[in-house]
């Protein structure tokens, strides 16, 4: 059975840290790998994208990503108490469908 | 001039009911999907429809079933709801070329009494 596996936390970082999520996935062909951002209450948005191995910067997100050790990561730089959210990650598996597989999510709590 | 609306936001209803969750979206997307969030925030797939097709049916009870009348709109509609049945049921859209980059509706908390 694919899988996406993420710690459930929550992960508690002070204000203007650096907070480092991560996601493990079982499926070795996935193509295409997703951040979802989740505010309590409300519904999944996407901020992040990456299909290729290596990094990936948008603004003070990162996204890191390696096929071999089967690993994708989201750093958030300078973070916020407005970060404070449900992050989950999300795997298009390979063999067809291309339905995104999400993982539990993570919940990172930004505290002054 | 919401992307993905559906509705009710909230349902509470009881055992054995039979209860419908209407999505539209205006984004021009060409695939829709059906999405079940339980209480420990577990966003699992329950279809996705493509062009009118249903193009993926995970194990769900065949209580579930997906209504498309055009490829703005995804319905769910559930035949005697049961205790487990209560989550939140989020739509969500997407164009077939960027699978994964989805675009998710406020969400239906459902709640079977």
């Known amino acids: 059975q694919k899988e996406v596996e993420q710690n459930s936390g929550p992960l508690s970082v002070p204000e203007g840290a650096i907070a480092s999520l991560n996601c493990t996935y079982s499926?070795?062909?996935?193509?295409?790998f997703f951040w979802y951002r989740q505010y309590s209450g409300k519904s999944p948005e996407l901020i992040m994208s990456i299909y290729s191995n290596g990094d990936k910067e948008d603004g003070r997100f990162t996204a890191q990503l390696n096929k071999a050790s089967q690993y994708v990561s989201l750093l958030i730089r300078d973070s916020q108490p407005s970060d404070s959210a449900t992050y989950l990650c999300a795997v298009n598996e390979s063999g067809g469908s291309y339905i995104p597989t999400f993982g539990r999510g993570t919940s990172l709590i930004v505290h002054p | 001039d919401t992307a993905v609306s559906q509705t009710p936001k909230y349902l509470v209803t009881q055992m054995g009911n039979d209860k419908s969750i209407k999505c539209e979206q205006n984004?021009?997307?060409?695939?829709m999907y059906w999405y079940k969030q339980d209480s420990k925030k577990f966003l699992k797939i329950m279809f996705s429809y493509n062009n009118k097709e249903l193009i993926i049916n995970e194990t769900v009870p065949n209580r579930f079933s997906p209504k498309s009348p055009d490829k703005a709109h995804l319905n769910l509609h559930i035949n005697s709801l049961e205790l487990g049945d209560s989550a939140v049921y989020f739509c969500?859209?997407?164009?077939?070329?960027?699978?994964?980059?989805?675009?998710f509706g406020s969400g239906t908390q459902l709640s079977v009494l």
């Open positions: 499926d070795r062909g996935s193509q295409s």
């Open positions: 969500a859209s997407s164009q077939r070329q960027e699978f994964g980059k989805l675009f």
């Open positions: 984004l021009g997307h060409d695939t």
